[in-house]
């Protein structure tokens, strides 16, 4: 059954056969180093913000989703959408295990976490007291959210894929093949919270009020939380504070994300033709899910 599309938006690429496959991916984080990119405390801890962010923002994207299957009409998507909980819920296990290893280096990352808590559950948590149609509505709001967000984690993913400044730097593998790893999967499902967000309201503000608000909170929570991890770094103990110009040099050692091509990047998903399968690779993703050494144990078990 054809997806619906905005009359006018370029129609969205459909998928004919993407069958997405939970991992179930298992690391051992028991040797992983502070600073498991050795001597870059601030490009470790930039990159450490997605495990203070993804476990529960994950969990959540997970409970919207529940919320919207009733509402899809296309099996094809509906299985999709199934494939991506699937997936999604062992990202969020898989980050707080890192989470936890923290803790146990010293590093607390409570404070931090029961805030991010405090977000998904009560500011963009399911409401009470809606009738019918509000429900529906505010579902909706909630998957655009989510397809905005979904637009950066496949950015991510793709620059991991696409990092060999991290190799250089000689960071810690089993962190590299996580990142890796949960960055295929992203760029492999790319595709699957734009195209419901499509299928139940194909109007294109829906997309732009999605990233208005999504973009600048993820920008806010992320130098937020370089900021918390470096001051609750046990061996740093405040010492060093995070910069713009830092990051910037960061970059361009492919250490970290340019932030100017993030923003960029931002701005693209609201070129009325824009589609998710527009960036990235699903045959590098592929590729690398057929080779990382996580995803190779889980096919054995
Ligand atoms: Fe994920
Ligand atoms: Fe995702």
Redesign the pocket.
Known sequence: MPRPTAPSTAPPAVHDSLVLEPRDVRFDWSQLPLHWIPDEPMATHTINVLHLL?PEG?RWFIRVFKDALPMIRDEQLREEVLGFIG??SI?AEAHQEVLDHLLTQGLDPRPYVRQVNWLFHRVLGEKTGLTARQRRENTIERVAFVAAIEHF?AFLGNWALNSPGLDRAEADPTMLDLLRW?GA??VEHRSVAFDLMGHLDPGYLRRVRGMAVAGPLLVHLWVRGVRFLLAADPVLQGRIRPTWREAGLNSRRGLLPDPVRSIRSGLRYLRPGYHPTQEGSSSQALGYLAASPAARRAATR
């Open positions: 993804l994950e997936q999604e990202h984690t949960h999967e992203e």
